[in-house]
């Protein structure tokens, strides 16, 4: 928003602030994660960028494009810039979609390294038994491998609310086969720190730079400080 020298004098005067607190000549921020003001009024991240947050309606694809010609989520949203899921949800999944041409975060969102957790509400065949729950929650064994601990709750007979930091494919429709418990309809409530909130299937907003913030310090785990040390040390 200023040449460097226009923002040094900026600084100089006492208008940025940094997190709420006045901003100092040579201090290091990181302006994704760091809340950056100038007389009160915040400072963009990369305008260039674009981050929405779609709750996908079911029958909608995930993809790009789809050979059987179904609708996709990028449909849904503005075609410019062009942007992309973050992950995937099946076909026949509701809920909560980032989509966004930072390809940065979209990596760090999927890593599973970083955990960042996805909750979902599963309506499934049957009543889960409390022993059944206890299975999910401790981890199921898949054809892939045996699944992290999940944490689950009974919100109703055959409904659960299953929170999980992996990203397997059709993991939660797994699960809970594997407890004998299909499931009937799915839909994810959370991303992360993002809710659902007033967003009906097929709308999308933009996401807020607090939010983006948000996300960015949701993927900023061990691993991401363990890539700048690597970084660090081959400068
Ligand atoms: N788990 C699934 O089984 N399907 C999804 O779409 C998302 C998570």
Avoid: C
């Avoid at 100038?38 to 029958?59: E, F, I, M, R, S």
């Avoid at 973050?86 to 026949?92: E, F, I, P, Q, T």
């Avoid at 970083?114 to 199921?140: D, W």
């Avoid at 397997?168 to 839909?187: F, S």
């Amino acid at each position: 928003m200023a040449s460097r020298r226009a923002a040094e004098d900026l600084i100089a005067e006492g208008r940025v602030q940094v997190n709420g607190e006045v901003a100092v000549l040579g201090r290091r921020v990181d302006a994704r994660r760091d809340r950056i003001t100038v007389d009160g009024t915040p400072v963009g991240t990369d305008p260039d960028l674009v981050y929405y947050l779609l709750n996908k309606p079911a029958g909608v694809v995930s993809t790009a494009s789809d050979p059987q010609g179904r609708p996709t989520v990028v449909d849904l949203v503005p075609s410019t810039p062009r942007v992309f899921p973050v992950g995937r949800l099946d076909a026949s999944t509701e809920g909560l979609l980032l989509l966004t041409n930072d390809g940065e975060l979209a990596h760090r969102m999927t890593h599973p390294s970083f955990g960042v957790e996805k909750e979902y509400l599963a309506h499934v065949e049957g009543s889960p038994s409390p022993g059944a729950l206890r299975r999910l929650r401790q981890g199921v064994d898949l054809d892939d491998g045996p699944t992290a601990p999940a944490r689950v709750s009974q919100v109703a007979p055959d409904a659960l609310r299953i929170t999980i930091h992996e990203g397997r494919n059709r993991q939660v429709r797994r699960m809970t086969e594997a407890i004998g418990h299909p499931v009937r309809r799915l839909v994810r409530t959370r991303i992360g720190p993002l809710r659902t909130g007033g967003l009906r299937p097929g709308e999308w907003r933009p996401l807020d730079q607090e939010e983006v913030r948000e996300l960015e310090r949701a993927t900023t785990g061990p691993s991401r400080r363990l890539a700048r040390r690597a970084l660090k040390r081959s400068d």
